[in-house]
């Protein structure tokens, strides 16, 4: 008779601990996303901003990706393009945006993907576009310089938006998104990447700030939907 006893006690204890852990996991498990029903970039960015136009057969591009395989990819959506304007100046574009960034899956950031890519990374420094967010805060991300095999210079603007902030670094990318999960969110994010080839000559600040000026162009021609994607 104890022995039964003893077995329904261990039982209900182990029913309990077993639903306190789902319970625990359920809490712990982020389940809000911030972003539902979002814009088709591909569709919904202008071919057509101001002065610049869609270039077709556009060059490639550095890839978005470091060059890992995995299942798990943190785009849902890409989009990369050449945008020439009335005097020869071309600027590419690389567009990418997820709906659940994680600790092993999320944006990779440009001084990641150009290295992996066979590119030395030259210089990296802070950069505050010519854009603010809905609230009026301003858009912070990175310039970088980057050189290929052939010793060839290419400059590249980005930001990297996760949820309502920008990410400065790697760092940053994990604590915020640690912070998300812990609060119950899935939070989204974006790469938004402009950069041209240096040509020798070229005065690379211009260049920088005219690559940058394109950018925040592009958020502007971009109807409602899409800037909330871009930026926020």
């Known amino acids: 008779m104890k022995s039964s006893s003893s077995t329904l006690v261990r039982s209900v204890i182990v029913s309990v601990i077993l639903g306190a852990s789902a319970v625990l996991a359920m809490v712990a498990t982020p389940t809000v996303h911030e972003i539902q029903n979002a814009s088709i970039l591909e569709s919904s960015v202008p071919r057509q901003i101001g002065p610049w136009r869609e270039l077709p057969n556009p060059r490639v591009q550095v890839s978005l990706s470091t060059g890992e395989t995995t299942y798990d990819q943190p785009y849902d959506q890409s989009v990369m393009r050449s945008y020439v304007d009335d005097t020869g100046h071309m600027i590419q574009v690389a567009l990418a945006w997820g709906k659940r960034q994680r600790q092993e899956v999320k944006i990779h950031r440009p001084e990641l993907c150009y290295p992996a890519q066979g590119f ?57 998104i640690l912070k998300e999960g812990m609060a119950g969110r899935i939070t989204d994010g974006v790469l ?9 000559g070229t005065n690379v600040d211009e260049l920088f700030q005219r690559q940058e000026k394109f950018a925040a162009a592009m958020v502007s021609a971009s109807p409602a939907e899409a800037r909330t994607l871009l930026v926020r």
């Not at 210089?123 to 010519?130: A, E, Y």
């Not at 310039?143 to 670094?169: C, F, H, P, Q």
């Not at 938004?192 to 020798?200: A, D, L």
């Open 120 to 176: 030395t990374v030259e210089s990296l420094t802070d950069v505050t576009f010519p854009l603010s967010t809905p609230d009026g805060h301003p858009v912070t991300g990175k310039r970088l310089m980057a050189k290929d095999r052939n010793g060839n210079l290419e400059a590249v603007s980005y930001w990297i938006r996760l949820g309502g902030t920008y990410s400065g670094n790697a760092w940053e990318t994990r604590l915020h």
């Open 192 to 200: 938004v990447r402009v950069s041209q080839r240096v040509v020798p």
